[in-house]
């Protein structure tokens, strides 16, 4: 059901009502213009949450990703959370995940045509891609986590919500995870609902649409996660009979899972034990801190937990953490032939996909810079390399696997 991940720490309240003053005077300062917010000449979209802990945004940023890329020159501008850098970096084919973190190197992996770049000052990465030769023709901006980056005022700002943590039932730091008062939400001018029940009710989608209170101006979109099929981490795993994820009519004999060891580095691994408790005989849990960087220590401790368990056993991790394992040393012989990653994606529910869709199309098309995107109103809507519409399809040849392969 909705909500069912919040803990509220009511003895904490007190310090909520500190944080929450302080919070109420940053944005007042910028609502009262004493802190001044952007504007940019290229089309801006801006994706994030008001929690802490996931919501989603990297499958939301990469659906963006898919549905523009072959149509503008697409950049992907994030902080670059934990990397080892400073200032701006433009990913490159030899950027390490070091240089610009986990999730931009993600991206920067499965669109290898998209420019992802990363800079904690928003403004100063926004103009240094159209200042530097080779991005300076960028034709959309999207804002990887910049909801509550306020220097920057995006032309469509997507504000997600957890199915599972929704932010109309919880609170401000520290007492709840709400980084910012629910009123926030105003700001937002697309609110989506992630992990949301594939199979919700028509009830539920009442209720969230009452508890959410949006203005006539917002729209509300609700999505969920569709698992991809297990992938190998490393050449030498092998061949594997999986089940169909978002089915489970397909689990049989033959499909199900054996004993699985589960490592993750994300903020809420509970939702995707949940999901794949029913194709798995047994789940082990390794579970590290969001974004954890992993070390010879916990190899070791991956490759014990991983000897100890009763055989037949897979290791399954998640995209993200992925990212950060490719390259680990000292992984065991069993590890690597038995180690997968589970991509996601996200699926509009409702029927809603277009919608949300055109409104991202028509938001890009009507503000590009490059005067020749008038169109002939009987042509297909979309952009070509020089910013002109050209009745190109989503996403296709260019979306790319761990090792370079085309999905």
């Not at 109420?24 to 504007?39: A, H, M």
């Not at 000052?121 to 991005?135: F, K, M, Q, S, V």
């Not at 689990?251 to 589960?262: D, F, K, R, W």
């Not at 992925?322 to 529910?349: H, T």
Request: proline share 5%; hydrophobic share 40%; net charge neutral.
């Amino acid at each position: 059901m909705e909500g069912d991940h919040i803990t509220i720490n009511r003895w904490l309240t007190p310090l909520s009502w500190i944080y929450g003053f302080a919070v109420w005077i940053r944005n007042l300062l910028f609502d009262t213009e004493v802190l001044k917010s952007r504007t940019f000449a290229v089309p801006v979209i801006s994706v994030g949450n008001i929690t802490v802990g996931g919501a989603g945004k990297t499958p939301h940023v990469e659906y963006l990703v898919s549905l523009l890329h072959n149509r503008v020159k697409t950049a992907v501008l994030s902080r670059g959370y934990k990397r080892k850098s400073k200032g701006f970096v433009l990913a490159g084919s030899t950027t390490t995940i070091h240089e610009i973190g986990d999730e931009p190197y993600q991206i920067q992996k499965k669109f290898p045509n998209v420019r992802v770049a990363v800079d904690a000052d928003r403004c100063h990465g926004i103009d240094t891609l159209l200042a530097t030769p080779e991005t300076k023709d960028t034709g959309v901006v999207l804002l990887d986590d910049a909801f509550q980056h306020r220097y920057v005022k995006p032309g469509i700002n997507i504000l997600l919500t957890d199915y599972h943590r929704i932010i109309t039932d919880d609170v401000l730091l520290p007492a709840g995870r709400l980084r910012e008062p629910i009123s926030a939400k105003d700001r937002a001018d697309i609110v989506i609902v992630t992990k949301c029940p594939a199979d919700m009710n028509p009830m539920a989608y009442r209720v969230l649409q009452r508890s959410m209170n949006l203005f006539p101006y917002q729209n509300l979109f609700f999505t969920t996660i569709k698992y991809c099929p297990l992938s190998p981490l490393f050449i030498e795993a092998k061949p594997l009979m999986q089940p169909d994820f978002n089915d489970k009519t397909t689990i049989n004999s033959a499909t199900l899972l054996p004993n699985v060891l589960l490592v993750t580095g994300i903020a809420s691994p509970r939702h995707l034990i949940e999901d794949l408790t029913d194709y798995c005989k047994s789940i082990t849990h390794i579970s590290f801190s969001d974004h954890h960087e992993f070390s010879a220590s916990d190899v070791e401790s991956i490759n014990f937990a991983y000897k100890m368990q009763k055989k037949p056993c897979i290791i399954i991790t998640t995209e993200k953490d992925a990212m950060r394992m490719m390259d680990l040393k000292g992984l065991s012989r069993g590890v690597r032939e038995n180690i997968y990653y589970l991509p996601i994606k996200i699926n509009f529910l409702q029927g809603e996909e277009e919608k949300f869709n055109q409104i991202i199309l028509n938001y890009v098309q009507k503000n590009q810079r490059d005067s020749r995107v008038a169109q002939d109103e009987n042509e297909p809507a979309a952009l070509s390399s020089n910013n002109t519409w050209n009745g190109a399809g989503l996403a296709g040849g260019g979306n790319r696997d761990l090792f370079g392969n085309s999905i």
